[in-house]
């Protein structure tokens, strides 16, 4: 089955930088775009970013364009999300996710099927 596990969470204090990572298994992860989302208590998850199959496309929400890096190593079946220069408003549980069909790259929480659990990050003095 479709699993996808986020590392790398942690607690950081304002302006300092962080990398998490995703590892993907049971499917055809070199086919397939991949996101970042986030999300805080109570409320929506949120698009952070994303990368196509190919590396061709990359997209970022508002709020993290510039500070934020989507990556992508297929022969690792990884995907990592370089955080720099964190904000408190940053802080949040960061999900990895896959579409349900391969070769599309979507912003909506709606187009991505596979979640991983998760990983917090804390921004904070």
């Known amino acids: 089955q479709v699993q996808l596990v986020e590392t790398g969470g942690d607690s950081v204090q304002p302006g300092g930088s962080l990398t998490l990572s995703c590892g993907g298994s049971?499917?055809?992860?070199?086919?397939?775009?991949m996101a970042w989302f986030r999300q805080t208590p109570g409320a929506e998850r949120v698009f952070v970013g994303g990368?196509?199959?190919?590396?061709?496309?990359?997209r970022y929400g508002d709020s993290v364009k510039g500070r934020f890096t989507v990556t992508r190593d297929n022969a690792k079946n990884t995907v990592s999300l370089q955080m720099d220069n964190l904000k408190p408003e940053d802080t949040a549980l960061y999900f990895c996710?896959?579409?349900?069909?391969?070769?599309?790259?979507?912003?909506?929480?709606?187009?991505?099927?596979?979640w991983g659990q998760g990983t917090q990050v804390t921004v904070s003095s």
């Open positions: 996710a896959a579409p349900r069909n391969p070769w599309t790259l979507g912003a909506l929480r709606t187009d991505y099927y596979y």
């Open positions: 990368i196509s199959w190919d590396r061709e496309t990359i």
């Open positions: 049971g499917f055809v992860f070199g086919i397939y775009g």
